[in-house]
């Protein structure tokens, strides 16, 4: 805020919208009513994002690719990760922030997973975090569960895995991998998940997840089935060059984007600032000459 100028009126303060919690999404889905999910990770983007209506705030390890610029997500920082969580958490209090467990945060030990998931809660103020995981991971988000930490299950496409498979893949296209991501889902959700997150499979097998699960599960390409969706904000934005099927723009902030500082660029150029907000009294200014004058 400059010198002179009135102070920025904070969206979150103007709402006065009932904050939305984990009781809420389970509540609405057991009512069948969807909940909108996007990525965020910056506290501005999350006013406008929760003052628009959007349930779930997903700090995502996408970080790494949409603003470290990595070509991978396991690239994310922990510790960058918390601070973009609270960030997030500040400028949306009454969404669902969910913070995402960035590559070997939790896949090493488990009481370090543990207390990670904890530095999320504590120092990110988030309401909950989410980890890739099959069934082997359900020891895991027992001890998580019952260290009070609510656990989201990510199954199907694993993204932190991409390596293993020679990158990013669709999963459960085959009756055997369709059955293990049952299984999965299952086994985490008897755990203690909170929710379920199921990423880049046939809508039929969300749709089997969704009917035996008795928890929310949000969908990132896993068709309508699912209580919630999820997207990376940049995708819906169109400010990605390339983007999966799923998550076609919304609109071409990108281009958008692009006309404006070309015409930035243009203003800059021609001094088409506008005019000047800061002025000097006449008679400071000739002060100011007399000064100069001889100053050496």
């Known amino acids: 805020m400059g010198p002179g100028n009135p102070p920025r009126i904070h969206l979150a303060v ?3 919208a009932k904050p939305t919690t984990l009781r809420d999404l389970q509540r609405m889905s057991r009512q069948g009513e969807k909940f909108a999910c996007l990525t965020c990770y910056d506290a501005t983007t999350a006013r406008w994002l929760a003052g628009a209506g ?3 705030l ?5 970080a790494a690719e949409m603003i470290l610029g990595h070509s991978s997500t396991v690239h994310a920082p922990l510790d960058f990760l918390v601070m973009l969580t609270a960030a997030v958490k500040r400028g949306a209090p009454g969404s669902v922030v969910m913070a995402d467990m960035p590559f070997m945060s939790y896949q090493a030990d488990d009481a370090e997973g543990v207390r990670n998931a904890g530095r999320f809660l504590t120092e ?3 309401d909950c975090v989410k980890i890739e995981a099959d069934r082997t ?3 895991l988000v027992e001890k998580m569960a019952r260290a009070g930490i609510p656990v989201v299950a990510h199954v199907g496409s694993r993204p932190q895995q991409a390596k293993m498979k020679g990158g990013y893949m669709s999963a459960g296209r085959t009756a055997e991998g369709a059955m293990r991501i049952l299984h999965d889902a299952a086994a985490l959700e008897a755990a203690g998940a909170c929710m379920l997150l199921v990423e880049a499979v046939p809508a039929e097998v969300a749709a089997m997840i969704v009917e035996r699960a008795t928890v929310p599960v949000i969908g990132c390409g896993a068709g309508t089935a699912c209580h919630g ?4 904000l940049q995708d819906m934005l169109g400010l990605t060059h390339w983007q999966p099927a799923f998550a076609q723009p919304v609109v071409r902030l990108g ?5 404006a500082a070309r015409t930035w660029c243009d203003r800059v150029r021609t001094g088409q600032l506008g005019d000047h907000p800061y002025t000097i009294a006449p008679d400071e200014l000739a002060r100011l000459q007399q000064l100069a004058a001889h100053a050496p």
Do not use: I, R, S
């Open 255 to 259: 281009e958008q984007l692009d006309a």
């Open 124 to 126: 990110g103020n988030a």
């Open 137 to 139: 991971f359900a020891p």
């Open 54 to 56: 959007v349930h779930v």
């Open 58 to 62: 997903l700090v995502g390890d996408t």
């Open 229 to 232: 969706q999820v997207v990376v």
């Open 14 to 16: 103007m709402t006065t």
